[in-house]
């Protein structure tokens, strides 16, 4: 797997971006009750599948996030630990490294990723969109929620739509187990099949 092939995974699970529209949205109590628990999960380990697809590529790579409070850890492998890649970033800076290779690129403004890599890709929301949870840094252009339960079911932050197509319950949180992110020619569909919650850290 090429370097820029290699950070294009890396970045668009690791980085997410601030801007777009608010528009007004009214949900329940139930959801705003789901929601805080899910904004108080600060330390969490996930670990599943992901296919990431653009105009001119596809790649797919199992995976394993690590959430501490500010700080994400992002572990990726292909077939077989082919072509595995670490990511570390701590909202400042973001680390790649691939076997002896490694990269560092600050990411602490808004056009960082394009001005290091060359993709407008999106900054820091991904820890809650794999929650299930709205970035608080970021307007709400929209959001849907399951008729059935207070979940998220679709959400729409900075003109990126995430579709959240199953959970399951994980020690008392009900969490995603597959989703799917999209804005123009990038989408991402991930498959969560463990969540470690850390409640107690």
Known sequence: ????????????????????????????????????????????TASGKLALRTADKAESATLQWQQRAGESHLSLSGPMGMNAVTAHSDGQRMQVQRADQSREFDVSTP????????????????????????????????????SERDLLRALQQDDWQIDYLEYDDFQGLTLPTRLQIQRTGTVVKIILHDWQTHQAE
């Open 111 to 146: 056009d960082a990723v394009l001005r290091n890599t060359g993709w407008e890709l999106p900054l820091q929301a991904l820890p809650y969109w794999l929650k299930g949870a709205p970035s608080p840094q970021l307007p709400v252009q929209s959001l849907e929620l399951d």
């Open 1 to 44: 797997m090429s370097w820029p092939r290699v950070l294009l995974l890396a970045i668009t699970l690791v980085l997410s971006a601030c801007a777009g529209q608010a528009k007004r949205v009214s949900v329940e109590l139930d959801w705003e009750q789901h929601r805080a628990q899910l904004q108080k999960l600060e330390n969490w």
